[in-house]
Structures are given as structure tokens and as C-alpha cells.
């Protein structure tokens, strides 16, 4: 009997070295992730103002390098973390599923807007255009490409620091690309068959020959409107230089506006870039007759 006893103490020691042995093997791996003093990358994810700052290591200290538009959720915890394995599709609540997923902790990841289905036509729209408000069940959602940003370039181990702050950071809030109507697609995709690849934003109402009376008032951007590259309203987005052609000069200059008390050759350009990079232009050209 005691030999018995015996025996199946010896075991239990062995299978606790054994235990010990495997996690020395395994865990200083992880340990070091997380402990290297100077890592690529560092994350920051206000809550409060739906923003995630990347910060790279450069010269000796960490300098602010891309700032993200994100949707987190009153679930999502505050604190530091560290960036966990990375799936290219994971299944989400509901259910639902999300692209270039990367854990932060437990079960919250960085992921997409999430798809009805394993398909990148399934995107729902609507929260799509939450983007940059509290929206998700503790996830941070991000547009495609910063989803795949992080998942392709930053690293496992990368620390995450999630607070909250009425200032967005360095880099400020980003605007995501409002999209009109059901499309299924994540506009930021870099996918070649992504149809918002072939769009682009829209100008109206540009006049290409203009004559106005001396004196008269004129507004540049009066009647003229613009629509981004997924069809919603972009008018506040026009950018607008103004040119003037002295006689005594063969060349444009620019100038603040059109002066209607000083007559000759004006060239107005309209230009607008949305938020996905697509950009487009249009030219007026306006004569100021004499007095």
C-alpha cells in the first residue's frame, strides 16, 4: 500500500515538473513581448472621442504616426493591454463577421464594421456610418483599411492603452467616407473588385464661362455643390483658388477672390479630395467687364 502511495506521489511530482518545465519554455516568449522596452509600436485608443492614435518609435522616442476614426462600445475597458493573435475573418456577435481582426484582450479585438456574412459585399451600411461614434458591444471597429493596417504591420505583443480624454489626440479625428444607400462594401477596401475603387466624388454647378458686370457682388461657391465618392453630400469639403490675369503680365497670379471693381481674366478651380483619397476638379473661367 504504501508503495502504491508512493508511486502515485512520484507521479504527481513528475507531472508538475514536467508542467514547469513547459511553461519556463513557453511563457518567457511572451513575457519578453511584453517587456520589450523600446517596441515598434504603441497604441493609444481614446473612448471618449471614438479615436486611435499609432505612435512609431523614430530618433529615440515615440512620435504620433496615423490617427483612426473608430467605433468602441461603453463595454469596452479601460486600461493597458497587449496585442493578441490576429485572424483575417472571425465570427462576432450575433452572428456576424468581421475582416483583419487582431485581439486586444480577451474578446475584444480591432475588426472591421462587421458583415452579415463571409463576404465583403455584406458589409452593413448602416454601421458603417456609426464610425467615429460608440456603436459596437466592447469591439473597436475600424474601416477595412486601418483594420488591415494594424493586423498587417503591427505586431503581436504591441501595447494598448484605452482612456478617455475630450482631446483626440495629436493627430486629431479622422472623417470616414459617409456612404448613401446599400452597396455591401467597405469603401476603404483594397480590394480590385471593390466597385467604390472606380467612383469618384462629383462637382455641380460649375459655370466653365462667366461674364459679371463691374461692381456687381459674386460668390464663388454660390450654386455650386459636391458629392464624395459613395454619393452623400460633400459640399462643405470644396476648396476653392482664385486667379487673376494682369494686362501687363502673361501669366495667372493668385489672388484672394474674385475683385468685380478691378476688371480682366479670372480663373476659378474647384477642388475637392474625400476622405478614401478620390479627388476631382472643375475651372471657371470669369471676365470682370469695365466700368
Known sequence: MERIMFSNRMRRVISIMIMLVLFLCVCPEVTAKKAEKNPKYKIKINKQCCTVTVYKYTDGKYKAKKAMICSPGYATPIGTFFLGEKMRWHTLMGPSYGQYCTRITGKILFHSVWYYSYGKSSQSY???????????????????????????????????????????????????????????????????????????????????????????KFKAKKNVTATNSAGADATGQIEV????????????????????????????????????????????NVTVLKK
Do not use: M
Open 241 to 284: 483658388d482664385v486667379y487673376y490675369h494682369p494686362h501687363y503680365l502673361n501669366r495667372y497670379i493668385w489672388v484672394r477672390k474674385v475683385d468685380t471693381r478691378t476688371p480682366g481674366r479670372y480663373r476659378i478651380e474647384y477642388r475637392i479630395t474625400d476622405e478614401i483619397g478620390h479627388s476631382a476638379k472643375k475651372t471657371s
Open 126 to 216: 448602416t454601421q458603417y456610418n456609426r464610425l467615429g461614434t460608440l456603436a459596437s458591444h466592447g469591439c473597436v471597429r475600424l474601416t477595412v483599411a486601418d483594420a488591415k493596417w494594424i493586423y498587417d504591420k503591427v505586431p503581436s505583443g504591441t501595447p494598448v492603452t484605452i482612456y478617455n480624454s475630450s482631446k483626440p489626440g495629436p493627430l486629431g479625428k479622422p472623417k470616414a467616407l459617409k456612404v448613401s444607400g446599400y452597396s455591401g462594401w467597405d469603401p476603404t477596401d483594397p480590394d480590385p473588385e471593390n466597385p467604390y475603387r472606380k467612383k469618384k466624388p462629383e462637382i455641380r454647378g460649375v459655370k466653365k464661362k462667366q461674364t459679371i458686370k463691374f461692381g456687381k
